[in-house]
């Protein structure tokens, strides 16, 4: 599938994520001093059960939350410090919030967010056009976004996050509640997103396959520290062919018996 660029020129700046941490009352500690690198054309999985951090370091570095220490930076700019930069800066997809009106057909539903975005007609019909076919849409136009299924929603959540073109793309859990055909045609777009449009994407995920399959850097969190942190070469080199699940187990399980025996 192929997606065409446009002519504006996406972000050339690396995303730094350093030392956040995070504690929620009484004392729930969520993330320890956890950093992370975001480049342009480059998918970074952020890998993890259920639990470990992963969305609240999303909502930390997206100015949701705001962390207990730990800066992001992008470029010589301070995120935590610009909330409206974050709001140009980033497109998300929550796996639990609803995204989408409703009420609103899937073009209304784009129509609408794409206004709120500043965009003109002309350029919400151009983003249409361009977009629903690529995620598989294009045939639920007129359809109201409460007769979506949960992977639809999300695909149409994908697209109104793509409207104002961010040159940083983060998508928590995406391919829950899709299935085998939508799952393909997100890999495919997650694909194109980043080497066409040099977009910046972070997968938060605990699907181990579509991990694999996408990833050009790894974060393995638990318990709200990253474990492992690496490049597909480096993954390659220090474990083999095993397979992603098999890897992720072996670090945590690594870590655990070293916590153990420590004194």
């Known amino acids: 599938m192929y997606i065409s660029k446009t002519s504006d020129a996406p972000g050339s700046q690396i995303l730094e994520v350093r030392g956040i941490s995070k504690t929620y009352p009484p004392n729930v500690v969520a993330l320890r001093r956890v950093s992370v ?21 999303v909502n930390c570095m997206v100015g949701l939350v ?18 409206r930069l974050a709001g140009d800066l980033f497109g998300v997809v929550f796996e639990e919030v609803d995204n989408i009106y409703g009420y609103l057909s899937v073009k209304e539903n784009v129509m609408y967010f794409g206004y709120l975005n500043g965009l ?16 598989g849409l294009q045939e639920k136009l007129d359809t109201p976004g409460f007769k979506l299924s949960r992977g639809m929603k999300q695909k149409l959540a ?7 073109d961010p040159p940083i793309l983060i ?14 045609q997100m890999m495919d777009v997650v694909r194109e997103l980043a080497s066409s449009r040099g977009k910046s994407i972070l997968l938060t995920t605990h699907d181990m396959p579509l991990a694999q399959e996408l990833g050009d850097e790894y974060y393995f969190i638990h318990r709200g520290t990253i474990r492992w942190s690496g490049d597909r070469e ?21 870590h655990d018996t070293a916590v153990r025996q420590s004194p």
Do not use: H
């Open 234 to 254: 480096t993954l390659r080199r220090q474990f083999g062919s095993e397979p992603l699940e098999a890897v992720f187990r072996e670090v945590i399980a690594r």
């Open 171 to 184: 998508l928590d859990e995406p391919s829950l509640g899709l299935d085998v055909l939508a799952r393909q």
């Open 66 to 83: 705001r962390p207990d220490e730990g800066e992001v930076t992008y470029g010589d700019e301070q995120i935590l410090k610009s909330p």
């Open 158 to 164: 994908l697209v109104i996050a793509l409207l104002k």
């Open 37 to 57: 690198r975001l480049a342009p054309g480059r998918i970074t999985v952020l890998l993890g059960p259920n639990g470990a951090g992963k969305t609240t370091l």
């Open 120 to 135: 003109s007609g002309t350029a919400i019909k151009e983003l249409l056009a361009r977009w629903l076919p690529a995620v």
